[in-house]
């Protein structure tokens, strides 16, 4: 059973709107967040991430929400921009040597 | 070179097969890691080395062997694989390990394996 879920496989945006990434969790022991973008025949890159004693993380264009009580995260993207399409993974962790947990993924295309 | 790279990039290989998947990383980084992702599943976590030593195995068929020489190399050794092993395998390094998640991995581009 999964323990990450990005329910949306896609999701497309005009230019210069906001983008909305969603992401579920079920293990209520993660407590570390993350979210990578992948380009097509690239590797993920690291985007941005949130502890669990945060509830938002702000990076320029990029803010990640976290809502533990409905295990609930979101990666919002203000304005978007053509170059932010890509496929965009959320990742957790519970902490202390255990191992990242992806979700499937979401492909954003931003068109102009 | 700079980051993860990862050679080749593409490979086809037959189900009796011995191929090798090489990974470099140029950031001198203490841990590596092998990912596999399947068509329309996460990525899923392979092995895991710190400082050269083996520190995770998820539960990974025999028929994937890695290879850890240096912090600056690893390797997946293939022996007959089968079709559904057909996935885009990534590496990945961080700087100490999987012990702090906040320790940022970086990936490599990725090999796209086709076994036949």
């Known amino acids: 059973d999964q323990q990450v879920k990005q329910n949306s496989p896609s999701l497309s945006v005009q230019e210069g709107r906001i983008s909305i990434l969603n992401c579920d969790y079920t293990?209520?022991?993660?407590?570390?967040f993350l979210w990578y973008k992948k380009y097509p025949a690239e590797g993920p890159t690291f985007l941005i991430s949130i502890s669990s004693i945060k509830d938002k993380n702000e990076d320029g264009r990029f803010t990640v929400f976290l809502n533990k009580s409905a295990k609930h995260l979101s990666l919002h993207i203000v304005p978007s921009q053509p170059g932010d399409s890509a496929v965009y993974f959320c990742?957790?962790?519970?902490?202390?040597?255990?191992?990242?947990?992806f979700g499937k993924g979401t492909t954003l295309s931003v068109s102009s | 070179e700079t980051g993860v790279t990862q050679t080749p990039r593409h490979l086809v290989m037959g189900m009796t097969n011995k191929k090798s998947l090489k990974c470099e990383q140029h950031l001198g980084h203490n841990a590596m890691y092998w990912y596999k992702q399947s068509a329309k599943k996460p990525l899923e976590l392979m092995f895991v080395y710190s400082l050269e030593e083996r520190v995770e195995n998820n539960s990974v068929p025999s028929r994937f062997s890695p290879e850890c020489p240096n912090s600056s190399h690893l390797f997946l050794h293939l022996h007959t694989l089968q079709p559904e092993d057909s996935a885009l395998y990534l590496c990945?390094?961080?700087?100490?390990?999987?012990?702090?998640?906040?320790?940022?991995?970086?990936f490599g581009p990725g090999t796209r394996l086709t076994v036949l």
């Open positions: 990742a957790a962790s519970a902490g202390g040597g255990t191992a990242l947990i």
């Open positions: 293990n209520s022991m993660f407590d570390y």
């Open positions: 990945a390094s961080s700087q100490d390990g999987a012990a702090d998640p906040a320790d940022t991995q970086y």
